[in-house]
C-alpha cells in the first residue's frame, strides 16, 4: 500500500471569539506534539483570527489554513482577503470549493477553478472539498458529482508536486447533520476520486494525494473511517471546536498509518 501521512485539519467556520480562537490553537499545537510524526495537522480560524492563531501555532508543526481568500495578490476587491494578505499572516494551507460556499454562498464552479489554480500558484497547499447532496447520492450520481466537481476545479491547475493538493470528499448531506458516510461508502468515493486523479495526472501522483474525509467526523467514528485504504485523513468541522474530540480524531489518524 502507498504510504501516505495521514492529513487531519480542523475548520472552525463562523465560529470562536478571539479568546477562544487563541485557547483552540494553543490546546491543539500541546495536545499534537507528540502525534504530528505520524499525522499533518492543520487549523483553519476564522479570517479575524488568523493572525493571532497564526502567533499560536508558529514553530510548531500544525499548519495555518484559510477558509477562503480571493484570487488576486491585492487590490479593489471590498471585503475580500487576497493572496498577499495570507502570505504575511503566514498561510500555508487553504480550503476551496467547500460545501458551504457552493450551497449557502453560492460560490460557482467557475470561481472555485480560479481560486483553486491562484492557490497553486502561490504556493500554497490547497484542500479541494467536493461532495454530492443527498438528492445526487439517491439518485446514484455521487461519482459523476465528484468526478465533475474535480475536473472543473483542477482543469487549470498544473501540479507536480502531489503534497500541495488534499482532496476532501465531504457529502453534503453527512456535513454538520450527525450523519457519517458508511466506512465502506467513504471508502469507494475516495477510490473513484484517486483513479480519475490518475487520469488527470498520472498513477504515482494519484498514489500519493491524500483524500481526507469530512462530515460529521467524531472521536467515535474516525477510526472506522482511517481503516479504509483510500481514507488519509479527515476534515472535521463541529468537533474541531473540542481541543479534546480533536486531538483524539488526530491519534486515529496517526495511529492508522503505523
Ligand atoms: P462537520 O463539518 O464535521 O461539522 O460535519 C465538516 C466540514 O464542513 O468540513
Redesign the pocket.
Given at each position: 500500500m502507498p504510504d501516505r501521512k495521514p492529513i487531519v485539519g480542523g475548520?472552525w467556520?463562523m465560529n470562536t471569539t478571539a479568546m477562544s480562537a487563541q485557547a483552540l490553537a494553543a490546546a491543539c499545537v500541546e495536545g499534537s506534539r507528540s502525534l504530528t510524526q505520524g499525522c499533518d495537522v492543520f487549523v483553519s480560524p476564522p479570517s479575524p483570527y488568523l493572525a493571532q492563531v497564526g502567533d499560536a501555532t508558529a514553530g510548531s508543526a500544525v499548519e495555518l489554513a484559510a477558509q477562503d481568500f480571493y484570487p488576486r495578490l491585492s487590490g479593489a476587491f471590498t471585503g475580500e482577503m487576497g493572496l498577499e494578505m495570507l502570505a504575511d499572516l503566514g498561510v500555508q494551507t487553504v480550503l476551496v470549493g467547500?460545501?458551504?460556499r457552493r450551497h449557502v454562498l453560492l460560490e460557482p464552479e467557475d470561481l472555485i477553478a480560479v481560486k483553486a489554480r491562484a492557490a497553486v500558484e502561490a504556493g500554497l497547499r490547497l484542500v479541494l472539498?467536493i461532495g454530492e447532496t443527498l438528492g445526487q447520492r439517491e439518485a446514484g450520481e455521487t461519482d459523476a458529482v465528484n468526478l465533475r466537481q474535480l475536473s472543473s476545479a483542477l482543469g487549470e491547475v498544473d501540479l507536480d508536486d502531489p503534497e500541495r493538493l488534499v482532496v476532501?470528499y465531504?457529502p453534503v448531506w453527512?456535513?454538520?447533520?450527525g450523519r457519517t458516510a458508511e466506512p465502506a461508502d467513504a471508502e469507494a468515493a475516495h477510490r473513484a476520486i484517486r483513479s480519475a486523479l490518475q487520469d488527470r495526472y498520472d498513477e504515482r501522483f494519484a498514489d500519493s494525494v491524500r483524500i481526507q474525509y469530512?462530515?460529521?467526523?467524531?472521536a467515535d467514528n474516525a477510526s472506522a473511517l482511517i481503516s479504509q485504504p483510500n481514507v488519509d485523513g479527515f476534515?472535521?468541522?463541529?468537533?474541531?471546536l473540542k481541543a479534546d474530540e480533536f486531538l483524539a480524531i488526530i491519534r486515529s489518524a496517526a495511529g492508522g498509518a503505523a
Open positions: 475548520n467556520k467547500h460545501s458551504e472539498c476532501a465531504e453527512a456535513i454538520g447533520t469530512g462530515g460529521s467526523v467524531k476534515l472535521v468541522g463541529g468537533a474541531s
